[in-house]
T-cell receptor, first 114, second 113 residues
Framework: AQSVAQPEDQVNVAEGNPLTVKCTYS??????LFWYVQYPNRGLQFLLK??????LVKGSYGFEAEFNKSQTSFHLKKPSALVSDSALYFC????????????FGTGTRLQVTL | SQTIHQWPATLVQPVGSPLSLECTVEGTSNPNLYWYRQAAGRGLQLLFY??????ISSEVPQNLSASRPQDRQFILSSKKLLLSDSGFYLC????????????FGPGTRLLVL
């Protein structure tokens, strides 16, 4: 069975500093990996995904994520955080070649302060 | 472009009352459809998914049911709500072929009193 771990409940960053939100996964075979963001009382918004190819994936709002197969990680990064990036971030995984059932992590709350 | 709608946005219901939440998708055909519940603003639990009209798979046995009467319509129902049914319900869609990405609706906040 597949699983996702987001080891940090909350990440605090000052505006202008780089941010990293961590994600590790476990899946049989090759993974499809995703990051979503959720603002209060809203649905999840798709940020980026890794399917195949370049390990560094660029997504919306200046976010990027690096797929590391040996460490089974897919950490979300941004070079310079904004206060408006404050939200709940979810990592998700599913194995390739199956129906699209995703397994989500428990989420990491990102708080960006001035 | 594709859009996904959910209604109502917010619902307050007494224990024991019935429930019907609706999700519709525009701009695509034969999507895969999903119902999730998010409790306490955190983890998502997949409740049901559907790959076509009348085809429903249940992930978690509980007080809820789902139906797909039309290609782009997905309904979540209950005959008698429990307090534990309170939560944030999210509908999502993905393309049926090559549809690895799921796109979420705005959600319905359900409070059972």
């Amino acid at each position: 069975a597949q699983s996702v771990a987001q080891p940090e409940d909350q990440v605090n960053v000052a505006e202008g500093n780089p941010l990293t939100v961590k994600c590790t996964y476990s899946v049989s075979g090759n993974p499809y990996l995703f990051w979503y963001v959720q603002y209060p009382n809203r649905g999840l918004q798709f940020l980026l995904k890794y399917i195949t190819g370049d390990n560094l994936v660029k997504g919306s709002y200046g976010f990027e994520a690096e797929f590391n197969k040996s460490q089974t990680s897919f950490h979300l990064k941004k070079p310079s955080a904004l206060v408006s990036d404050s939200a709940l971030y979810f990592c998700a995984v599913r194995p390739t070649g199956t129906a699209s059932k995703l397994t989500f992590g428990t989420g990491t709350r990102l708080q960006v302060t001035l | 472009s594709q859009t996904i709608h959910q209604w109502p946005a917010t619902l307050v219901q007494p224990v024991g009352s019935p429930l019907s939440l609706e999700c519709t998708v525009e701009g695509t055909s034969n999507p895969n459809l999903y119902w999730y519940r998010q409790a306490a603003g955190r983890g998502l639990q997949l409740l049901f998914y559907s790959v076509g009209i009348g085809q429903i798979s249940s992930e978690v046995p509980q007080n809820l049911s789902a139906s797909r009467p039309q290609d782009r319509q997905f309904i979540l129902s209950s005959k008698k709500l429990l307090l534990s049914d309170s939560g944030f319900y999210l509908c999502a869609w993905s393309r049926s072929r090559g549809g690895e990405t799921q796109y979420f609706g705005p959600g319905t906040r359900l409070l059972v009193l």
